[in-house]
């Protein structure tokens, strides 16, 4: 069963609708350091009831948008990022493999779309694109997007002709996170700087594709770093459309496997602050779930949150079974986010004919890890 079937409460969101506001708050551009804190410093109750007001003068309350991830081409990364288990200076036993094949990944994000994923996101352990890999990542781009889904991927940094490319074949969505504060990020990443993110930020934005952009709380920051990392997005104008905030996930052989948890309550705040900071963007309760329960979750949702990936696995690491995901869907009303509908002949004709031309030639692939 997909997940847009099990939640039939199509009913309970128009009457959810008829409650929320018709005055969207304007964005704004210029939140001080000073006024983000004293958001953080709000009681819990009040910061909840300022967010879901924001939330609700936005969007529709009980919508959640549903984004499938998937790794296509994993570990051996030249970075340093402490968090990662794809970092190639840290040994996490993770089994490295060159990129997909086109037809691969297109299968998968396919059965990605059956399931009720309305974006699928294609995340690469690179620093940056080669030329050899580059053209393979469009067709997958083409591929997914003839499938009826939105399409997203992460490739590190982009140069001005990449970016021209990708929004070329009419990718939707880059993602390329800042993680943290300017300050905290030299103690996590020492193979780019802050600025390097910030380039490349700006050339997805000039080419005119939608930017995902958001970080990762408990890597042991202080809370002036999370308030740091929510000012620098807010500033961005426009907002990025999407801001996935991920709770570190602890992965053994990386040197963060230890850090001390970050407060379940600190990281709620922190989702309801992003979402009155960027009143108009998708906030995604993202990396982190499956160490949440339920109720968590349900307090991220209230604070704003309406992105998931979904799924039972992010790109390495492990994600709550989307059965799960179903049942707490159905038992809070919560509804999957439209997408464009295609039917089921479509998709199997845009899957034919990715084959057929993969048969015919150049998009077997053939690379190194
Ligand atoms: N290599 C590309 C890059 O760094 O932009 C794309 C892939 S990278 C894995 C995408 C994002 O995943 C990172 O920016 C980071 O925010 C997030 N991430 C990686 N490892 C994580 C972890 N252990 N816990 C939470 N988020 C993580
Ligand atoms: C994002 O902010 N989180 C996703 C996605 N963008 C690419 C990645 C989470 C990765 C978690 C660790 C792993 O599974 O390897
Ligand atoms: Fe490489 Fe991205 Fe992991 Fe950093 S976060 S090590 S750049 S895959």
Not at 101 to 121: M, N, P, T
Not at 211 to 227: A, F, N, P, Y
């Given at each position: 069963m997909s997940l847009?079937?099990?939640?039939?409460?199509s009913a309970a969101n128009m009457s959810a609708n008829a409650l929320s506001s018709s005055r969207p708050s304007a964005p704004r551009f210029d939140w001080t350091h000073a006024e983000i804190k004293a958001l953080f410093d709000l009681p819990f109750m009040d910061l909840m009831f300022r967010a879901q007001t924001v939330h609700r003068e936005n969007f529709?309350?009980?919508?959640?948008?549903?984004?499938?991830?998937?790794?296509?081409?994993?570990?051996?990364?030249?970075?340093?990022c402490k968090y990662c288990p794809q970092s190639g200076h840290y040994n996490t036993e993770l089994e490295k493999e060159k990129l997909m094949e086109v037809q691969k990944v297109l299968e998968e994000a396919a059965l990605a779309k059956e399931k009720g994923a309305s974006r699928f996101c294609m995340g690469a352990a690179w620093k940056h694109p080669s030329e050899k890999d580059f053209p393979y990542v469009l067709e997958m781009i083409k591929g997914v997007k003839s499938l009826g889904l939105e399409s997203c991927v992460t490739l590190g940094t982009l140069n001005d002709e990449q970016a021209k490319r990708l929004s070329e074949v009419g990718l939707d969505y880059y993602n390329h996170n800042l993680d943290t504060s300017a300050e905290f990020y030299d103690s996590i990443i020492t193979t780019r700087t802050y600025q390097d993110r910030l380039d490349t930020l700006s050339r997805v934005r000039d080419s005119g594709i939608k930017l995902c952009c958001g970080g990762i709380m408990g890597m042991g920051e202080e809370q002036k770093d999370r308030v740091g990392l929510l000012r620098q997005l807010s500033q961005m104008t426009p907002h990025p459309e999407s801001v996935p905030i991920n709770m570190l996930v602890k992965v053994e052989g990386t040197p963060l496997e230890n850090v001390e948890d970050l407060d379940t309550f600190e990281f709620i705040r922190t989702i309801a602050v992003a979402r009155i900071l960027m009143p108009q963007s998708h906030v995604r309760l993202s990396a982190g779930r499956q160490g949440m329960n339920e109720q968590t979750q349900a307090l991220c949702f209230m604070a704003g949150a309406n992105s998931i990936f979904y799924?039972?696995?992010?790109?390495?690491?492990?994600?709550?079974?989307?059965d799960k995901d179903m049942a707490l869907f159905a038992n809070l009303g919560i509804q999957p986010e439209k997408r464009e509908e295609h039917s089921d002949a479509a998709v199997v004709e845009a899957i034919a004919a990715q084959a057929v031309k993969q048969e015919e030639s150049k998009w077997f692939y053939e690379a190194s890890v």
């Amino acid at each position: 069963m997909s997940l847009s079937a099990s939640t039939n409460v199509s009913a309970a969101n128009m009457s959810a609708n008829a409650l929320s506001s018709s005055r969207p708050s304007a964005p704004r551009f210029d939140w001080t350091h000073a006024e983000i804190k004293a958001l953080f410093d709000l009681p819990f109750m009040d910061l909840m009831f300022r967010a879901q007001t924001v939330h609700r003068e936005n969007f529709a309350p009980n919508q959640v948008q549903v984004s499938t991830l998937l790794s296509i081409k994993t570990g051996a990364c030249p970075e340093d990022c402490k968090y990662c288990p794809q970092s190639g200076h840290y040994n996490t036993e993770l089994e490295k493999e060159k990129l997909m094949e086109v037809q691969k990944v297109l299968e998968e994000a396919a059965l990605a779309k059956e399931k009720g994923a309305s974006r699928f996101c294609m995340g690469a352990a690179w620093k940056h694109p080669s030329e050899k890999d580059f053209p393979y990542v469009l067709e997958m781009i083409k591929g997914v997007k003839s499938l009826g889904l939105e399409s997203c991927v992460t490739l590190g940094t982009l140069n001005d002709e990449q970016a021209k490319r990708l929004s070329e074949v009419g990718l939707d969505y880059y993602n390329h996170n800042l993680d943290t504060s300017a300050e905290f990020y030299d103690s996590i990443i020492t193979t780019r700087t802050y600025q390097d993110r910030l380039d490349t930020l700006s050339r997805v934005r000039d080419s005119g594709i939608k930017l995902c952009c958001g970080g990762i709380m408990g890597m042991g920051e202080e809370q002036k770093d999370r308030v740091g990392l929510l000012r620098q997005l807010s500033q961005m104008t426009p907002h990025p459309e999407s801001v996935p905030i991920n709770m570190l996930v602890k992965v053994e052989g990386t040197p963060l496997e230890n850090v001390e948890d970050l407060d379940t309550f600190e990281f709620i705040r922190t989702i309801a602050v992003a979402r009155i900071l960027m009143p108009q963007s998708h906030v995604r309760l993202s990396a982190g779930r499956q160490g949440m329960n339920e109720q968590t979750q349900a307090l991220c949702f209230m604070a704003g949150a309406n992105s998931i990936f979904y799924g039972e696995k992010l790109l390495t690491t492990g994600n709550p079974e989307a059965d799960k995901d179903m049942a707490l869907f159905a038992n809070l009303g919560i509804q999957p986010e439209k997408r464009e509908e295609h039917s089921d002949a479509a998709v199997v004709e845009a899957i034919a004919a990715q084959a057929v031309k993969q048969e015919e030639s150049k998009w077997f692939y053939e690379a190194s890890v």
